[in-house]
């Protein structure tokens, strides 16, 4: 049996992202040590596509980037199925 996250219509295979690559779990595993520390996280942007497309990742619009018309990109934070990853995926290893 597959194990999934999310809610019916937006479920994400977790046995699918075990091919995950390396340097794409090394991302996730960054952009979480940013989220921490509340730090927004603007780096590795076709990695971040990639984890977005698993739904691991999201672009979102914190009140700093709000407030600033100008930016036009936005930062990235881990979803909840990112941080379920990684507990699965050994966190520390990396």
């Known amino acids: 049996m ?11 295979d977790l046995d699918a ?12 595993r960054e952009l979480e040590r940013h989220n921490a520390k509340g730090v927004c996280y ?15 990742a999201e672009q979102w619009t914190p009140p700093s980037v709000a407030e600033r ?3 036009k990109k936005r930062p990235w934070r881990i ?8 507990a699965r995926n050994g966190k520390g290893e990396g």
């Not at 597959?2 to 994400?12: F, K, L, V, Y």
């Not at 992202?17 to 996730?28: C, D, F, I, S, W």
């Not at 979803?79 to 990684?86: K, P, Q």
């Open 42 to 56: 603007w780096f590795r942007p076709k990695a971040m596509e990639r984890l977005h497309s698993h739904g691991l």
């Open 79 to 86: 979803t909840d199925a990112g941080r379920v990853f990684l």
């Open 17 to 28: 992202l075990e091919k995950l690559a390396a340097h794409h779990v090394a991302a996730l």
């Open 69 to 71: 018309p100008r930016i």
């Open 2 to 12: 597959t194990d999934h996250i999310g809610e019916p219509t937006t479920m994400i």
